[in-house]
């Protein structure tokens, strides 16, 4: 992995732990406590397979609404190639930025927007 992938991938995953984890983390327990189940899983950056988009750094919010089957995610990727976060959400369009853009205001409006309706069922 060269330098400058080595560091966009580090400043990802700083971004992830002082930004991003502590938003995900309070609306795991605002979610679970309405009754549904959540997790958040990690994809770590794969250099031998950059080409593929799984091979991004990845922080990945899942929610399985209770009484449904359907799931939604929160997906916060860093990209690579373009040195952009890419935040996608169930059901809303792909935002695409500088890594040095996402605020703890910006997750917490991904997070209502994606996730919002469900914490207003019970």
């Not at 359907?70 to 916060?76: A, I």
Request: glycine share 4%.
């Amino acid at each position: 992995m060269d330098a400058e992938t080595d560091l966009f991938v580090q400043a990802f995953w700083v971004k992830c732990r002082d930004i991003i984890r502590p938003e995900l983390d309070t609306a795991v327990d605002a979610l679970r406590h309405a009754g549904h189940e959540t997790n958040i899983s990690t994809l770590e950056y794969s250099p031998d397979e950059k080409t593929s988009p799984e091979s991004a750094p990845t922080l990945i919010m899942t929610i399985h609404p209770s009484a449904s089957t359907e799931s939604r995610v929160l997906r916060y990727r860093g990209d690579v190639v373009a040195r952009e976060i890419e935040v996608t959400a169930s059901g809303c369009k792909t935002a695409r930025s500088d890594l040095s853009t996402v605020t703890q205001a910006g997750v917490k409006n991904d997070i209502a927007l994606c996730f919002g309706s469900l914490l207003k069922t019970k």
